[in-house]
């Protein structure tokens, strides 16, 4: 999504941009298509409450400065309370579409295997990065300067929870139980 939000942006601007997307034609064991913006952990973009949270305090701050990402979340966006939940195919869909039509972007279907010589480049990439680009990235940089930080949500199951130390809080009406 950073990468589509960034190619956005520099293209409002009037910077010609190229995406390069590895998929369809180089898979990942966790995407489903060659879509841009696909998510495949989950499809909350967490709070949306921009007067109590920071997160959403970028959601703001995404839609004041005309984001792609925020406009296409909010025009699929599903019921989740105070956060801010996608139906994720058609998001990644509809993203795709809107950059794909952008006079100033090119969308070529390739892999970047090694960091280019020359030019102006962004490289917004994650876990999923193709073993030839995290190679050489780590090369330019260093390994000890990859991180990726995933929140990831694991399945708990109720009766493995101690409710003498926990507590029950719906994410939907902030402070009462479900």
């Known amino acids: ?6 190619a956005w942006q520099a293209a409002q601007m009037g910077v010609p941009v ?11 064991f966790a995407h489903r ?23 959403g305090l970028l959601h703001w701050e995404m839609r004041a400065a005309g984001g792609l990402i925020m ?22 869909r509809a993203v795709t579409q809107r950059l794909k039509s952008h006079p ?13 010589a020359c030019g102006h480049w962004i490289f917004a990439t994650g876990p999923l990065t193709s073993s030839a680009l995290g190679e050489a990235i780590a090369k330019e940089t260093g390994s000890e ?16 929870v101690d409710m003498s130390q926990a507590w029950m809080q719906s994410r939907y009406d902030k402070g009462e139980s479900e």
């Open 1 to 6: 999504m950073a990468g589509s939000e960034a």
């Open 18 to 28: 190229v995406i390069h997307e590895m998929r369809p034609k180089v898979e990942t």
């Open 33 to 55: 298509t060659g879509d841009l913006a696909e998510m495949v952990c989950s499809n909350s973009f967490r709070s949306d409450d921009d007067e109590q949270n920071a997160v």
């Open 71 to 92: 406009e296409m979340a909010d025009a699929h966006r599903l019921p989740a309370g105070g956060a801010l939940a996608v139906d994720r195919d058609p998001f990644a």
């Open 104 to 116: 100033l972007i090119t969308v070529e279907e390739d892999e970047v295997s090694a960091l280019p």
């Open 145 to 160: 300067a990859l991180a990726f930080f995933d929140a990831i949500a694991p399945i708990v199951y109720f009766d493995s």
